[in-house]
């Protein structure tokens, strides 16, 4: 059980196009989705927490108005990256939990790896 | 001073040794923690989490927790080549939403 979805697996596009990358649980309803962005050899770092129907809450540096998230449905987030440019290239991984009690892990996508050229 | 904090590493152990990760955090209302692996160029796997004191077992892992001095760690016994990665340990505190993730101890097990 506790499988997270994540759509597509590899992007490789042109500077300047909007890339939508989509996580779903497929066997749990998730109440807070999350989005963590890695280089290489380098630490998780999160981007934002998005409850279902509420605005996501981002985290310091990350720009809300070119990583839009919405989080429309118990089961699917989508992460856009709008006018990617090659310093956007990353590792984009999502995760999703099922609801806040204690003990309540994260389960991760498979992840999104985004190239821009 | 960081909110998780683990070994860098690399930690090298031979095959079938145990290894011993561990993890401190500065929230001591901290309520959950878990212990992810990941493998290079993969997302992380939940290996176990653990929210009381003590240990907790599961099959070659074990969990320790102890509030009081604020650590968790993993141990692994009977190591294994199939084990190297990195294993990022994650504590949820009395914020009800993210998580905190440690940067991650590297393990590099040796047949």
């Known amino acids: 059980g506790a499988v997270v979805s994540q759509h597509p697996s590899w992007v490789i596009c042109k500077s300047g196009t909007s890339v939508k990358i989509e996580c779903r649980s497929l066997d749990f309803q998730a109440t807070t989705m999350f989005w963590y962005r890695q280089f290489p050899k380098q630490s998780l770092m999160l981007m934002a927490t998005s409850n279902e129907g509420s605005k996501a809450t981002y985290e310091q540096g990350v720009e809300k108005d070119k990583f839009l998230i919405n989080h429309a449905s118990l089961t699917l987030s989508t992460l856009t990256v709008t006018s990617a440019h090659p310093e956007d290239s990353s590792f984009y991984i999502c995760?999703?939990?099922?609801?806040?009690?204690?003990?309540?892990?994260?389960?991760f996508g498979d992840g999104t790896r985004l190239s821009i050229l | 001073q960081k909110e998780v904090e683990q070994n860098s590493g690399p930690l090298s152990v031979p095959e079938g040794a145990i290894a011993s990760l561990n993890c401190t955090y500065s929230?001591?209302?901290?309520?959950?923690f878990f212990w992810y692996r990941q493998y290079s160029g993969k997302s992380p796997e939940l290996i176990m989490f653990i929210y009381s004191n003590g240990d907790k077992e599961d099959g070659r892992f074990t969990a320790q927790l102890n509030k009081a001095s604020q650590y968790v760690s993993l141990l692994i016994r009977d190591s294994q080549p199939s084990d190297s990665a990195t294993y990022l340990c994650?504590?949820?505190?009395?914020?009800?939403?993210?998580?905190?993730f440690g940067d991650g101890t590297t393990l590099t097990v040796k047949p």
């Open positions: 995760s999703a939990r099922a609801n806040d009690r204690a003990g309540q892990p994260q389960h």
């Open positions: 929230d001591r209302g901290s309520q959950s």
């Open positions: 994650a504590v949820r505190g009395t914020n009800a939403g993210k998580s905190t």
